[in-house]
C-alpha cells in the first residue's frame, strides 16, 4: 500500500507514558481528531488506553471519543509490523528504547515507515543504523532519532547558523559553539531509566562507552574521524563568552548527532567543521567557582551511577516510569541557548534558540509531534534511510517549531 493510502498519518506508540501522553494532548490540542490529520493513539494496554483517551479529553476540553486505539507489544513483532503497515508516520515514546525500541525500527525500516522518537542512547543509534540503514534505504523508510531536547535545538540550531552564515557572509561557519545560558525543568522515570539502561549495558559491552566517549560515533563508518576531540570534563574560561563554563549533560549525544547531519548532508558544514557545548557559569571569581563545583558534581554523580550497586540503591528513589514534572513545573520551565558561529574569513555570528516550556517534557512533546507531522506532510525530498533531525527536516522544522514556543534567531 502506497504511504498516501495508509489508514493514519501518525500514530503515537506509548501514549499511556509521561512523554507520549503529553504529545498526544499536543497533536489533540493542535490538530483535533477529524480536522484533516488522521491519527492514532496506541500502547500495549487496551484498557489503559481508553484512560488515556478519556484524560486527553477532559485535560484538553476537546471530545476526542473517536480517537482510534491502537495496541500492540514492543516483544511482538507481528503486531509491530501490522502497526507499521497502517501508518505513514510511527511516532514512539516507548523507551529505553535499548530495551523495547528495537524490534519498531525493524519494522519501521521493512515496511517503509517513516519514524521518529526521543532516544539519546548512542550505542543504540549506532546498532540500529548498522543493523537497518540498507533495508531503510530500499524500502524508502525515513528513520529520524533525537526529536526532542536532544537533538533539536542544538542539531535545528546548528543548521540555522550555517544557513544565516551563507546568507549573510556566503561561506559556511567553520566552527559552531553552543552555551547553555540557563533552562529549568525535572526528570522523568523514563528517562532516569534509560540512562540507568545505559549505564547498565556499559558494564558487559565495551562498545556502549566508546559508542558514547568518540566524537564520531555516530558517522558513518569509514568517516569516523574529524578535528573534534572527546567532550572536556573539567571547568574552563571560554574567553569568546567571556565566561566560565562547566560541561553540559547532553552534549555527548548532541554534539555526536549535529557532526553525523554535517556527514549526511554531503559535508555541507565542511570537513573541517567544529562544533561543542557548554554551560555558562558566569564571571570572575563566582563563576569558576559555580563552574568548579558544577563539573564535579556531575564527574561524582556519573562516577557513582557507575558503580552496579550505587545506582540500584539511587533508582529506588528517583522518579518511576511514568512519572515526572508537575504541569505547573513544565509550565514555568524554559531553555535558552546561546550560538556562536564562525567563519573561515573571520565572520562571527550569533544566534538563540529559546524555548517556552521545561526542556525535557513541555518543549520535548511539542518538537516531537511536529517532527512526526512534519514526516507525514511536508515536501521533504527525502529517501529512506537513518536521518537527523537536520538533514532530513532542516528548513521544514525552522518553519514548525516556533508554533511549538521553540524560536531561533540571530541577535545583532
Ligand atoms: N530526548 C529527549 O529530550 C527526551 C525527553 C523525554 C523523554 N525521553 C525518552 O523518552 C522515553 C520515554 O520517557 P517517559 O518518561 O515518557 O517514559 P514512561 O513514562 O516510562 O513511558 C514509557 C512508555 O513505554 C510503554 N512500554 C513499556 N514497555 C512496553 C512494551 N513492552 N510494549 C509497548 N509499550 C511499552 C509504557 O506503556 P505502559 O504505560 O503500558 O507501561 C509507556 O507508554 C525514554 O526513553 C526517555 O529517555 C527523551
Not at 262 to 282: H, W
Not at 402 to 411: D, I, S, Y
Request: proline residues 5%; hydrophobic residues 40%.
Amino acid at each position: 500500500m502506497s504511504q498516501d493510502e495508509r489508514e493514519f498519518e501518525v500514530v503515537i506508540w506509548g501514549a499511556s507514558g509521561f512523554t507520549g501522553k503529553l504529545t498526544a494532548e499536543y497533536l489533540l490540542a493542535e490538530y483535533g481528531v477529524s480536522n484533516g490529520l488522521r491519527w492514532a493513539i496506541g500502547g500495549r494496554n487496551p484498557e489503559k488506553m481508553e484512560a488515556v483517551r478519556r484524560e486527553l479529553a477532559e485535560t484538553t476540553g476537546v471530545e476526542c471519543a473517536s480517537l482510534p486505539i491502537l495496541t500492540g507489544d514492543s516483544d511482538d513483532m507481528s503486531s509491530l509490523v501490522e502497526l507499521a503497515r497502517r501508518t505513514r508516520v510511527v511516532c514512539t515514546t516507548v523507551g529505553p528504547y535499548a530495551k523495547y525500541g528495537s524490534n519498531l525500527v525493524e519494522a519501521c525500516a521493512q515496511s517503509g515507515t517513516a519514524y521518529c522518537d526521543l532516544t539519546g542512547e548512542v550505542h543504540w543509534m549506532q546498532r540500529m543504523i548498522e543493523a537497518h540503514q540498507d533495508a531503510a534505504m530500499a524500502s524508502g523508510a525515513r528513520i529520524v532519532f533525537n526529536c526532542g531536547f536532544d537533538c533539536i535545538p542544538s542539531d535545528i540550531g546548528a543548521f540555522f547558523m550555517q544557513r544565516e552564515m551563507k546568507r549573510l557572509h556566503g561561506v559556511a561557519c567553520s566552527q559552531i559553539q553552543l552555551r547553555v545560558k540557563g533552562f529549568s525543568g525535572g526528570a522523568s522515570g523514563g528517562t532516569i531509566a534509560s540512562m540507568l539502561s545505559m549505564l547498565e549495558e556499559s558494564e558487559s559491552d565495551p562498545r556502549v562507552g566508546r559508542a558514547m566517549s568518540e566524537p564520531y560515533s555516530l558517522n558513518p563508518k569509514a568517516e569516523r574521524t574529524g578535528p573534534d576531540s572527546a567532550e572536556p570534563l573539567a571547568p574552563h574560561y571560554d574567553s569568546d563568552f567571556d565566561q566560565w563554563t562547566a560541561p553540559f549533560v547532553m552534549a555527548g549525544i548532541n554534539t555526536k548527532v549535529v557532526r553525523r547531519s554535517n556527514a549526511l548532508l554531503d559535508y555541507a558544514y565542511g570537513k573541517d567543521f567544529r562544533y561543542d557545548e557548554a554551560m555558562l557559569m558566569g564571571t570572575g571569581i563566582g563563576g569558576l567557582t559555580k563552574a568548579a563545583a558544577t563539573s564535579a558534581g556531575s564527574a561524582l554523580m556519573m562516577g557513582a551511577m557507575a558503580v552496579g550497586p550505587l545506582r540500584r540503591a539511587a533508582a529506588g528513589r528517583l522518579p518511576q516510569p511514568g512519572e515526572g514534572p508537575s504541569r505547573a513545573k513544565r509550565e514555568a520551565g524554559y531553555f535558552d541557548l546561546r550560538l556562536r558561529g564562525v567563519g573561515p574569513n573571520g565572520h562571527v555570528i550569533h544566534g538563540r534558540v529559546n524555548g517556552d516550556r521545561d526542556p525535557g517534557y513541555g518543549s520535548t512533546s511539542k518538537m516531537l509531534a511536529e517532527s512526526a507531522v512534519c514526516l507525514a506532510r511536508d515536501s521533504l525530498g527525502l529517501g529512506g534511510g537513518i536521518w537527523t533531525p537536520a538533514s532530513a527536516m532542516g528548513e521544514a522544522l525552522l518553519m514548525r517549531l516556533p508554533k511549538a514556543g521553540v524560536t531561533f534567531r540571530l541577535e545583532d
